[in-house]
């Protein structure tokens, strides 16, 4: 008899983005007339920039000549991508890191969920609240956690309130953990952690010999000076940190796939007889068995973004992400809505108008404006009573969900 893992019924409800789909498409059916605009999912909408399509031309007219063809390509990445990444996404942060730490892949959300791998089941396991879902959900669905209670938190976790009290900065956590995932700049609330709040994260796993999951997929985001773009820019976190990046929101690549996971060498764990183990070893272990490799058309694509074309273009695509997330920010902000967010994140993390639940924001926007956004209690309870927009829309579109939220609700 095969046996199901029982540990997926604890799951609360499907995963948010495909149930937000679902309520979508029923009031879209029962409206075909409406116009809706969708800034829910922080999906790109803009096309690849034009160095990026050339490369990746340029690769598929290689793979259909047999003295250029490829075939299986290293499972970690080829050279000529983890050099680009090398030089010109860490060394001009003054990290330096070895080409045999960086491991190419083709996504954050599988890799922040695959590196749970290598880590043992007796992890304390810390999480924001509210987070990207897929941190808790795989730990569910790992078998790390009991049952969910009725606020949503799910037994074994230790979660980690991000409120506008805190500055969306967790406290350091009053019982000892293991894993820490920590996401800046923030997926939900947009906002950023400065590198004294993330010196103090890394002080705190170095003496409790803990290991934080950094997920920096909004890096290219940031506009202000002096905001970390990546976690080893504090000392001591090459011990004590695995960084995960993404070419998905930097350069229009959600359907294109791929990204970046950082496994220092010098970042270790115990057995538990007390043995230390190399965590980039188990995880390129890990990789070399089930894992191929991203596709050579995609990885010249990608390194295509270093080059000095690309970076000029994929930055423009950026601010003009970015200006969305102004218009937004500022349009909602004018209305007398409290927002946060939208400054180094594509993201805007709003207060819900009237204190309204943040499911009941989210049908009354679609109903009514026909404007679809994420309800914050879908990142975790103490997302409730906020809701998220994302700038990736097109201007004519973010301008006109800003003008139908402002008509409906603006003060
Ligand atoms: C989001 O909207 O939070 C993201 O698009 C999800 C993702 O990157 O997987």
Known sequence: MALANEHYLKLKAGYLFPEIARRVNTFAQAHPEARIIRLGIGDVTRPLVPAVVEAFHRAVDEMARAETF?????????????????????????VDLRPS?????????CDTSNILD??????????????????????VMAGRTGPADERGYYQGIVYLPCTAENGFIPELPDEPVDLIYLCYPNNPTGTVATRDQLA???????????????????????TEPGIPHSIYEVPGAERCAIEFRSFSKTAGFTGVRCALTVVPEALTARTPSGERVSLNKLWNRRQSTKFNGVSYPVQRAAAAVYSDEGWEQVRREIAYYMENARIIREGLAAAGITCYGGVNAPY???KTPGGMSSWDFFDRLLEECHVV???????????EGYFRLSAFGDRANVEAAVDRIRSRWGR
């Open 373 to 383: 956004g994420t309800p914050g209690s879908g990142f975790g309870p103490s997302g």
């Open 118 to 139: 290598i880590f043992g089941l007796d992890n304390r396991v810390a999480i924001c609240d509210p987070v990207y879902p897929v941190y808790n959900d795989t730990n």
């Open 70 to 94: 490829r075939g299986y390509g290293p499972e970690q990445g080829y050279d000529f991508l983890i050099e680009a990444i090398r030089e010109r996404a860490y060394a001009p942060l003054g």
């Open 101 to 109: 730490e960086i491991f190419v892949s083709d996504g954050s959300k």
């Open 348 to 350: 805007i993390w709003l």
């Open 200 to 222: 103090r994260w890394v002080e705190y796993a170095l003496e409790h010999d803990a290991v934080i999951l950094f997920d920096a997929a909004y890096e290219a985001f940031i």
